[in-house]
């Protein structure tokens, strides 16, 4: 393979490589660099990669975890790319930058750029209606677990109730890859600690335990918000710091921001 011009870019720690499909033989194996570059200690390190074509309002985009698999959307992963976007529009002017729109396998998600500062980029992504919401009784090892099962463009697994370590590793873990989820699932558990505030850790599909995510965020606070109390304005707290999800009238509305890291040539393989 000839040297790659890749680019690593994180939002609250979630972070993914984006790579030009134009840069991309192909017959090149994708699921096999995704698990290449994605390698924490043999490659560049990130939770997914994102192969990209640009657009003349944004660009199109398709998502791997780190482990290869597809995935329909991130909203970080999104954000990512756009702030990569709005770095090569020139200077960022908040306000006055038409809106950033990424196509992904969930559908067109239309991005505002409200700040840039010291490097960051602040979006407010529009992520959709939350679709396929219930609530459910899963066995997981034998033990009754109550989660509200959903889908934000992928699917979405939320357990309400204490948020650790050890149920992230045992009932988190042991969810993502329940038979009851044909697709596998993210996994998300969740505490409502005030009506705006519910505190999450995630274990992600294809992934395991990351900092933050987008749409786990989306589909916490509709968990919440539909059976745990929440406003239908909420901060979500996750190990990487905290994203503001709206749920109105229009859909779920995501706020927080992604700041690019590097841009790198992989020399590795395939």
Partial sequence: MMPLMLVKAHAFGNDFILVESRAISGAAD??????AVCSRHRGIGADGLIVYSTTPTGASMR????DGSRSEVSGNGVRCLAAWIASQRGVPMPGQ???IEIETDAGLKRLELLAYEDGRYTFRAEMGMPERIALETIDVGGAPVDAVTLR????QCVVLGDVTEERLRTVA????VHPHFAEGTNV???AVE????VRILIWERGVGPTEASGTGACAAAVAAIQYGGAARDVQIVSPGGSQRVE???DGLFLTGWAELVAEVVWRGVP
């Fill in 30 to 35: 994708l699921p096999a660099l995704a698990r």
């Fill in 63 to 66: 998502l791997l975890n780190a």
């Fill in 97 to 99: 930058q038409a809106p």
């Fill in 152 to 155: 934000v463009g992928n699917p």
């Fill in 173 to 176: 873990s042991a969810l993502a």
């Fill in 188 to 190: 998300e558990l969740a």
């Fill in 194 to 197: 005030a009506p705006d505030r």
């Fill in 247 to 249: 749920w109105v009238d």
